[in-house]
């Protein structure tokens, strides 16, 4: 399963987050993992940089894997993915996890290639 919580490193043990509780994350830890998808630091996330990060992330998405969840994220239509969009997104990923993967659809749509690749 996709998890951008995977890389993190916890303040508490040298590393850049507040807590070892994302649901306890402040609004710098947020920007914090922000800046982690966004390399070029224009303020948004583009699809190339998604694609970049997830890559990094031992992650295979397809075009269509990337549309899906650009598009989920992306609720201004602009393409990218703005600080706002992300906080909304990671807080979804964090209360879905905390109650049911299954109702957050992008976190299987990004497993189904690593686990294919695991699995054979």
Do not use: C
Request: aromatic share 8%.
């Amino acid at each position: 399963m996709f998890n951008p919580f995977s890389n993190s490193k916890q303040k508490h043990s040298g590393g850049i987050f507040n807590s070892n509780n994302p649901t306890k994350w402040t609004d710098e830890d947020f920007k914090r993992a922000f800046s982690v998808y966004d390399r070029n630091k224009d303020g948004v996330i583009t699809r190339s940089e998604v694609s970049t990060v997830l890559k990094t992330l031992g992650q295979a998405p397809t075009e269509a894997e990337l549309d899906l969840l650009i598009g989920e994220i992306d609720s201004d239509g602009d393409g990218n993915i703005n600080p706002s969009e992300f906080k909304s997104m990671m807080i979804r990923l964090i209360e879905s996890n905390e109650k049911d993967e299954s109702d957050f659809p992008q976190s299987n749509i990004l497993t189904s290639s690593t686990e294919t690749e695991t699995a054979g």
